[in-house]
């Protein structure tokens, strides 16, 4: 049986990626971010990498929870944070550890998955929010297609609009989108509160 790479085309260049994440994109906004949070609470980062995002995350004291596609990725990973908590699948298959989150983050990894896989994992998303529980995920503001900088394979934006609108349909409220320090477009929603 052949087994289709999930990573869309990461793990056979796992080692080019890490020689060439620029590691000061990302950290400081997930950071600041991550103080909208249940201080201390559980985050997942769905396609984690080798943790450049998860490794502040986990400095800040929440509870780590990383599911990456490619084994390269994931074997990095947990040599890193041993004590962190990691999966090796899609993000698209997992069941996210059986369990809810008080945030969920998605670093340079919604734009790689087709366009029904977006949605997809959008919706998984956030229904494995806690009520109150934010969201964070990067993609252009346009919707757009390009090659991917690593793999050369298609990568697509669905744009603002319509991620607001997938957002929205889910029953989650965008807080807001905007550009980081290396020009990411990233959004961020949260899950509502239940009412008494
Ligand atoms: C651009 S890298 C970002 C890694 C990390 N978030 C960071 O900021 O350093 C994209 C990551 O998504 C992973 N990935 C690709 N497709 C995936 C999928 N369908 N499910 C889970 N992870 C996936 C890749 O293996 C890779 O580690």
Redesign the pocket.
């Known amino acids: 049986m052949i087994l289709r790479d ?6 056979d260049l ?1 080692e080019v ?1 890490m020689r060439m ?1 620029n ?1 000061r ?2 950290p400081s906004t997930v950071l600041e971010w991550s103080q909208t949070l249940v201080p201390h609470g559980s985050i997942l ?10 490794q502040v995350l986990i400095e800040a004291g929440f509870s780590l929870y990383g ?4 084994p390269k ?1 994931v074997r990095a990973f947990r040599e890193q944070f041993p004590d962190a908590q990691a999966e090796c ?6 069941n996210f550890f059986d369990r809810t989150f008080d945030g969920i ?5 919604m734009f ?2 087709q366009d029904d ?1 977006q949605r997809l ?1 959008i919706a998984k998303a956030a229904k494995a929010l806690e009520p109150g529980g934010q969201l964070l995920f990067t993609s252009p503001r346009d919707a757009i297609t390009w090659q ?1 900088s ?1 793999t050369g394979r298609e990568s697509r934006s669905l744009g603002a609009k319509t991620y607001r609108q997938l957002l929205e349909a889910q029953g989650l409220i965008v807080t807001e989108d905007r550009l980081d320090e290396g020009d990411n477009y990233y959004y961020t929603a949260s899950k509502p509160k239940a009412v008494l």
């Not at 980062?45 to 998860?54: A, D, F, K, P, R």
């Not at 983050?105 to 990894?109: E, N, P």
């Open positions: 999930k990573s869309n085309g990461y793990d796992a990626f994440r590691t994109i990302g980062e769905l396609g984690c990498g080798n943790g450049v995002i998860s599911i990456d596609a490619s990725m699948a899609a993000a698209e298959d997992s983050v998605a670093w340079g990894l790689l998955l896989v994992v991917d690593i």
